[in-house]
């Protein structure tokens, strides 16, 4: 079958984020094009966080899936700054499977509060624990309601 | 002037010697506090501050990493040998951030003081000619809100607290003071800097702006402003450094030195 950007997209699709490995590069607005042109391929991507150490390991797994495509000769992975990251960009899908996986997906940066619904029971009267949490783009909440803590992404 | 990309940047030397200059002072200032962030692991008082210490190093030296990489682009060495293998005179950071944690109240200050000097620059340079260092600055300035806020937080907190905590927050402010000014010295290149649009601010305009900034946040902590600011007489921008960076670049390379050339 041959190869098209549309297959590309799909199979980038499946690459995960080796840090929340529920939700793929795409549903998280990691790629910012794709580009298909005579079996070359061009995908340029953004990190979440500048200083994310996962990064090397995802553009690792996208050239070596977009690889072994049928008729692709060349896979070209920039990482680039020029679309920078926001939380934003999380698909409405990926949004879901994060919640899914017990994070609870970023509130509206603009908003003025930090504070996600509780993944597990859905109250909104949770509070910051700390700012900073297992990764760099997660925080520690604590629900009131259900009295336990939560992981969020933190907006930026 | 505007600068898309590194190979237009190396048509004229005099504008790459004041980026890379530049670029060298960013990185620096990130690499050295990421280190000293990372030193209070299991060290913290308590496992919150363990967690946002390490979270908080990573983002550093992530920065750092992220202007490494511009640097090579303009025809420097590697990032790792740029990190772990230069001379000291050739580190451009501010003293400030290569002396040792010391107690607790003076990494909260030394964080926050650094964080409002490091946040205004990055402003200045989210509208510098050169575009790989302004896009870099955008998203970078989004992170850092989140230490900004957290080191606004613990000042105030320690501040307020009174007795031995607001004792040893004084303390710590007065031992940073002499320090402090070399945060805005723009190194050699300053003028060419600001004459190319790489940073459009000068260092000047950049301390009357942190005094802005600061001064209601002493307030609010209860401590008292040490006096004038002034340039401190060993300038890092220029290569000059103490002690406190030697030992530590010792300590940071000691296992990239014992086989310089293995792949990681």
Redesign the interface.
């Known amino acids: 079958m041959p190869t098209t950007e549309q297959t590309l997209w799909s199979v980038l699709d499946e690459v995960k984020d080796p840090e929340i490995p529920s939700i793929s590069i795409v549903e998280l607005g990691m790629v910012n094009r794709v580009q298909l042109d005579d079996g070359c391929v061009r995908v340029e991507m953004t990190p979440t ?5 996962a990064i090397g390991m995802i553009r690792q797994a996208v050239q070596e899936r977009l690889a072994a495509l049928d008729e692709i000769r060349e896979v070209e992975v920039v990482v ?3 679309q ?3 939380t934003d960009r999380i698909t409405p899908e990926g949004r879901e499977k994060l919640r899914e996986f017990g994070i609870a997906p970023p509130v509206d940066g603009r908003s003025g509060s930090l504070v996600p619904d509780c993944p597990y029971c859905g109250a909104d009267n949770g509070e910051v ?8 783009c997660r925080a ?1 909440f604590y629900c009131k309601r259900c009295r336990q803590p939560f992981e969020g992404m ?1 907006p ?1 | 002037m505007r600068m898309e990309n590194a190979e237009q940047a190396k048509q004229s030397e005099t504008y790459r010697a004041a980026l890379v200059d530049l670029l060298y002072q960013l990185a620096d200032d990130e690499l050295c506090l990421g280190h000293r962030d990372s030193e209070w692991l299991g060290l913290a008082p308590d496992i919150e501050e363990d967690v946002a210490f390490s979270s908080i190093a990573q983002d550093e030296v992530g920065h750092a990493t992220y202007y490494f990489n511009l640097l090579h682009d303009l025809g420097e060495e590697n990032p790792d040998r740029i990190a772990f293998a230069r001379e000291v005179k050739r580190w451009r950071n501010a003293v400030l951030l290569e002396r040792p944690n010391g107690d607790w109240a003076y990494s909260i200050a030394r964080h926050l003081l650094y964080d409002v000097f490091d946040d205004i620059r990055l402003e200045a340079i989210t509208h510098s000619g050169y575009r790989p260092l302004a896009e870099g600055a955008r998203k970078i300035r989004r992170e850092e809100t989140y230490h900004l806020q957290h080191f606004r937080l613990w000042f105030t907190r320690l501040g307020q607290a009174g007795g031995e905590a607001q004792e040893r927050l004084v303390q710590a402010v007065n031992r940073l003071w002499p320090d402090v000014g070399g945060l805005f010295s723009l190194g050699m290149y300053e003028a060419a800097l600001i004459e190319n649009g790489i940073l459009p601010m000068n260092g000047e305009e950049m301390r009357r702006r942190w005094e802005e900034r600061i001064r209601p946040v002493m307030d609010e902590a209860g401590i008292p402003w040490p006096g004038e600011i002034s340039i401190p007489r060993v300038n890092g921008r220029l290569g000059e450094h103490t002690d406190d960076l030697s030992e530590m670049l010792d300590t940071m390379s000691e296992v990239y030195r014992l086989d310089p050339n293995a792949v990681w």
């Open positions: 966080f500048v200083g994310c150490p680039t700054m020029d920078p990251w926001t624990h700390n700012l900073f949490g297992p990764t760099a520690i933190k930026v």
